[in-house]
C-alpha cells in the first residue's frame, strides 16, 4: 500500500478537517456528558459524505477517513453504521441513525433511536428492525454517545437483511470501531499536547520535564501505528486485518486515555473541561466488541483457519 493519499484523497481530508473545525465549538456553561449536533447531522447528508463509500471510485478507505474526521467533533454523531457497514452489507439506504449490536444482546445500544434502523449479527446471518418510539427507550450515559434500549423485540426473530454475509459485516463493524478510536485519541493527545505546554509546575511547563514528553511521544507512536493499521485494513478488504487494528486500537486506547488524563490532573475529570468528550468515549470504545482480546483471539481463528502466520495479517511473506 502506498501511505500517500492520492489528491481525491487529499481534498476529502481537506474538506473534512474544515467540517471538524466548523463543529467543533462547544457552547458555553452546558456541560454535559452527552453532547448531539443537529446541525453537524444535516452537514454530514447535505454534504454527500454518508454515501462516500457507494460513490464510484470511492469505498472503505474514505469512508474511514470520514469516520476518523467525525470522532473527532465533541458531538455525537453516528456515521461508521451508516456510511461502512450498510453500504458493505446491502444496498438498501437504511434509515439512520443505524444501530449495531449482537446476539446475545448485552445492555443499552449506541445510537438506538425511534426513526433509526438496527442490525443485529445472530452469528449466522444479519437481521433488521425497522425502530419506532415503541420498541426503543431511552438510556442514560456519560460516555458522550446517545444510548437506547431494545423493548419488546426478539432481534432472532426480525426479518433478515437480504444478501446481508455476517462476516462481512464484522469486519465493517471492527473497521469503523478502530477509526472511531483514533480519532478520539487524536484529539486527547493534542489537547493534552496543549495543555502541558501552559500548565506550570516549578517555574517551568509540564511538557519541559522529559517523562512527560516520553510518555506522550509513546502515544504518538501508537496513535499513528493504529491509523495506518485501520487505513491499511481499509485498503486491503481483509477480515483479519480489521480485526488486528480494532485490537490494537483498543490497546492503545488504554494507554492514551491514561496518559492524557493524569497530565491533566484534576481538571481533565472536570464536565466543564472539554477532555472528558474524548476520553469517555474511548472508555467505552476500549469494550466494544469484546475488547482487544477477544478481537486478537478472532484474528487468530481466521489466521488459523486459513493455515497462515498469526504474524502476516495482509497475505504476504510470513515475518520472522
Excluded at 486491503?236 to 488504554?254: N, R, T
Excluded at 464536565?271 to 486478537?296: D, K, M, S
Aim: aromatic share 8%.
Amino acid at each position: 500500500m502506498d501511505f500517500d493519499l492520492t489528491q481525491d484523497q487529499q481534498q476529502i481530508e481537506d474538506a473534512l478537517a474544515q467540517m471538524v473545525e466548523r463543529h467543533s465549538v462547544l457552547p458555553v456553561g452546558d456541560p454535559s456528558y452527552v453532547k448531539t449536533s443537529p446541525e453537524l447531522d444535516r452537514d454530514l447528508k447535505a454534504s454527500g459524505f454518508l454515501n462516500i463509500a457507494r460513490e464510484e471510485g470511492l469505498g472503505d478507505l474514505e469512508a474511514v477517513m470520514l469516520i476518523e474526521a467525525v470522532a473527532k467533533i465533541p458531538y455525537a454523531s453516528e456515521v461508521a453504521a451508516t456510511a461502512l457497514v450498510a453500504p458493505n452489507v446491502t444496498a438498501r439506504e437504511l434509515p439512520g441513525p443505524v444501530a449495531l449490536t449482537r446476539l446475545p444482546l448485552g445492555g443499552p445500544i449506541r445510537f438506538l433511536a425511534p426513526g433509526g434502523t438496527l442490525l443485529v449479527d445472530t452469528g449466522v446471518d444479519v437481521r433488521v428492525i425497522a425502530l419506532t418510539s415503541e420498541n426503543v427507550a431511552p438510556a442514560a450515559s456519560i460516555y458522550n454517545f446517545p444510548y437506547g434500549r431494545l423493548v419488546g423485540v426478539d432481534p432472532s426473530t426480525a426479518p433478515v437483511l437480504e444478501g446481508a454475509h455476517p462476516e462481512e459485516f464484522r469486519r465493517c463493524w471492527r473497521l469503523g470501531l478502530a477509526a472511531e478510536i483514533v480519532g478520539a485519541m487524536d484529539v486527547s493527545i493534542a489537547t493534552t499536547v496543549a495543555y502541558v505546554k501552559e500548565r506550570k509546575a516549578f517555574n517551568q511547563p509540564l511538557g519541559a520535564f522529559q517523562a512527560i514528553q516520553h510518555r506522550l511521544s509513546e502515544c504518538a507512536v501508537m496513535l499513528n501505528s493504529a491509523r495506518l493499521l485501520t487505513r491499511e485494513a481499509a485498503w486491503s478488504g481483509q477480515p483479519k486485518a480489521a480485526a488486528l487494528a480494532a485490537s490494537y486500537a483498543q490497546e492503545a486506547a488504554a494507554k492514551v486515555v491514561y496518559d492524557c488524563q493524569q497530565f491533566h490532573g484534576a481538571i481533565g475529570l472536570t464536565l466543564e473541561y472539554p477532555l472528558h468528550y474524548w476520553t469517555y468515549r474511548l472508555r467505552q470504545l476500549q469494550g466494544e466488541l469484546g475488547g482487544p482480546v477477544i478481537l486478537a483471539q478472532a484474528a487468530a481463528d481466521m489466521s488459523y483457519a486459513a493455515n497462515q502466520p498469526i504474524g502476516d495479517p495482509f497475505g504476504g511473506d510470513a515475518l520472522n
